[in-house]
């Protein structure tokens, strides 16, 4: 059974950056797709970033592209989100989630990610 475990959110000004980490325990970490997904108040949960079990291909959203890195660490066991130039529109709480089955190409489809995190907040400030 995974664990996983988010970090790195908090309130931030327009324009800054944060680095979020999701820590994971239990399974083979390098096996799996990783996905980082966000929900703002009101809204349905959305995908921001994946990123294949072999690191070779990652997805954005249009809405972060060229803003925000999805990268992991396997021998840490740790994907990372890091989130440049943010804007207000970025405030949610954001998930991340391990594909459903091994050697996943990372494809951005969310019924393909299981295993979800606590969630961390991020709030940006205009």
């Known amino acids: 059974q995974v664990q996983l475990v988010e970090s790195g959110g908090g309130l931030v000004q327009a324009g800054g950056s944060l680095r979020l980490s999701c820590a994971a325990s239990?399974?083979?970490?390098?096996?799996?797709?990783m996905g980082w997904f966000r929900q703002a108040p009101g809204k349905e949960r959305e995908f921001v970033a994946t990123?294949?079990?072999?690191?070779?291909?990652?997805y954005y959203a249009d809405s972060v592209k060229g803003r925000f890195t999805v990268s992991r660490d396997n021998a840490a066991n740790t994907v990372y989100l890091q989130m440049n130039n943010l804007k207000p529109e970025d405030t949610a709480v954001y998930y991340c989630?391990?594909?459903?089955?091994?050697?996943?190409?990372?494809?951005?489809?969310?019924?393909?990610?299981?295993?979800w995190g606590q969630g961390t907040q991020v709030t940006v400030s205009s």
């Open positions: 989630a391990r594909s459903q089955t091994v050697y996943y190409d990372g494809s951005p489809q969310l019924r393909r990610f299981g295993s």
């Open positions: 239990g399974g083979t970490f390098s096996r799996y797709a």
């Open positions: 990123l294949s079990w072999s690191g070779e291909r990652s």
